[in-house]
């Protein structure tokens, strides 16, 4: 009698602790849904590839008045040509070379596959910085911008040879700190703005930890590059 009010116990306490198990693993899997789910809408939203054109529109917005010499038609075909140039043809080449097999996907995983597409976008950054030099019917501020994500890119194929640096990083490290020198540039109040972006940095960076593989060396040497290549950039071209 002892020995099967013993096992019934045992039965009983092994049942409750299965079932314990069972509903953590499902709300872990409900809170895991919860924090990727935005998180990789958040990577989607503010993916490298779209940060120059949300830099032309902020500038659009702030400092209209440096776009005085061009009618709203040529300012929205100048904005269509940023997206076109810098957004559209690198993701364009990225899928080619994943049609190619050169890559195994679009997602660029692996360090050997982002060496190709580095180069691309350095070439459509560069050609954009070279085109800045000679507008000036737009904001003096683009030349140093352009330079510094350049000089971000090529970095940024340099340390690709050792760690997987993060892209994301890069890219809203340098919008930070692009706007930070454009506060200094115009000499204009943009203490909220700059709030929003730092913000936005953070969420940023915060959704690759959670959707990507990336290390925290990844992310944080991302985010130095990015904001350090702008620096230099105002500090020679401004």
Not at 52 to 78: C, N, S
Not at 96 to 116: A, C, G, P, Y
Not at 132 to 150: C, E, H, W
């Amino acid at each position: 009698m002892l020995l099967y009010l013993f096992w019934k116990i045992v039965w009983q306490l092994s049942n409750r602790k299965h079932i314990m198990e069972e509903t953590t693993t499902v709300t872990t899997g409900k809170r895991s849904l919860l924090l990727t789910i935005p998180a990789k809408v958040i990577s989607y939203v503010f993916h490298p590839l779209f940060i120059p054109t949300y830099v032309f529109l902020f500038l659009i917005y702030q400092v209209p008045y440096e776009f005085a010499g061009i009618t709203e038609y040529q300012l929205q075909l100048r904005l269509f040509s940023i997206f076109w140039l810098t957004a559209f043809f690198p993701a364009f080449a990225v899928f080619l070379l994943w049609r190619l097999k050169f890559s195994d996907s679009i997602f660029l995983r692996t360090q050997k596959e982002r060496i190709v597409p580095y180069i691309i976008t350095m070439f459509f950054y560069w050609w954009m910085y070279f085109l800045s030099r000679n507008f000036t019917d737009q904001p003096a501020v683009l030349k140093f911008f352009y330079m510094g994500i350049f000089m971000a890119t090529v970095v940024g194929l340099i340390l690709n040879n050792y760690f997987k640096i993060s892209l994301h990083g890069m890219a809203v490290g340098g919008a930070f700190a692009a706007m930070i020198l454009f506060a200094m540039y115009y000499r204009l109040p943009l203490g909220l703005y700059m709030s929003v972006a730092a913000l936005l940095t953070g969420i940023v960076c915060t959704s690759r930890f959670l959707v990507s593989d990336h290390t925290n060396t990844e992310v944080y040497s991302g985010l130095a590059v990015g904001m350090g290549c702008q620096w230099i950039a105002y500090y020679f071209l401004m």
